[in-house]
């Protein structure tokens, strides 16, 4: 995702070089903080259990098919940058 997200945003979704780049780099914070509470969760749910990580991983990549969708079918200047941010953070968290 973080290769190609910067050009089909800009590209084919008609958003600025400049703003595909921004929802890249909130993208790109959102994963970083999304592995560090995902790693730290893991570990938290082996101790209790060791199968409950994998029901914590099919869980947040079913939850992220939604921010997903919203930001491949978002439209030219259809919302505003904040709310593509928010889906962004969302969608790297995940």
Not at 20 to 43: K, P, R
Request: charged residues 10%; hydrophobic residues 45%.
């Amino acid at each position: 995702v973080n290769t190609f997200l910067n050009d089909f945003l800009s590209e084919d979704k008609g958003m600025t070089v400049e703003g595909a780049t921004t929802v890249a780099l909130v993208f790109g914070l959102g994963n970083f903080f999304g592995l560090l509470l995902g790693g730290a969760g893991g570990s938290y749910l082996y101790r209790r259990d060791c199968r409950f990580p994998a029901f914590l991983a099919g869980t947040s990549s079913i939850a992220a098919c939604f921010p997903f969708w919203y930001l491949i079918n978002i439209g030219k200047n259809q919302t505003s940058s904040p709310v593509i941010w928010m889906g962004s953070l969302l969608l790297g968290f995940l």
